[in-house]
């Protein structure tokens, strides 16, 4: 293609727009850091994997105190990731999520899955993988564990806020067979 094509100009731009996307996520994540550093709970949400700066400054901004809600169960209900099922009578209808919380919570901690996911050694990637064993060309089985690693995203962020304590990346139990397969009893 000739460097002066319509075509060429289009993808310098859209270059050009991503470039000043990057740049502008970049100057948030600097704020956001710089205004929050001395925050523990800013620095306690940015240690759970999938969760950054933008990501911790929205969970903070969009919850408020999260050491308000009792139960992980009202924390998961304030951000629409509570089953519900529409029934009338003998009629039970299908059991999905109620999306009546704060969708921006919601989203927030969506994204926050999706890159966990994908991170090395965590609990979050492993269970994606014992939710879709056997199955990983089922679409609707991975949105569903999607959905579970959302709400166990935002059960976690709930956790380590209430109690103040670090994220782990695995619960250490009292019997250690349980994750050593070299340990295992015959």
């Known amino acids: 293609m000739p460097e002066d094509s319509a075509a060429v100009t289009m993808f310098r731009m859209v270059i050009a727009q ?30 759970i994997p999938g969760i950054g700066p933008i990501n911790a400054l ?11 809600f009792n139960h992980h169960r009202q924390f998961l209900k304030f951000c629409g990731l509570d089953l519900a099922t529409c029934q009338s009578g003998t009629f039970r209808g299908r059991t999905r999520l109620s999306k009546y919380g704060n969708a921006r919570l919601r989203r927030t901690f969506w994204m926050a899955a999706q890159v966990a996911a994908r991170q090395r050694d965590n609990s979050f990637r492993d269970k994606l993988g014992r939710y879709i064993a056997g199955h990983a060309d089922d679409a ?3 949105r569903k564990a999607m959905t579970a690693l959302t709400a166990k995203m935002a059960r976690v962020a709930h956790a380590v806020i209430k109690t103040g304590t670090e994220y782990r990346p695995f619960l250490e139990r009292s019997d250690a067979r349980w994750k050593d397969p070299s340990l295992q009893v015959p």
Do not use: F, K, P, W
């Not at 704020?31 to 940015?46: G, I, K, N, T």
């Not at 929205?58 to 308000?68: C, N, P, Q, S, Y």
């Open 58 to 68: 929205t969970i903070l901004a969009e919850a408020g105190d999260l050491r308000r």
């Open 140 to 142: 609707d089985r991975r």
């Open 18 to 47: 991503g470039r000043s996307l990057i740049h502008q996520r970049d100057e948030i994540e600097r704020l956001a850091h710089a205004r929050l550093a001395d925050d523990v709970d800013y620095q306690l949400l940015r240690n």
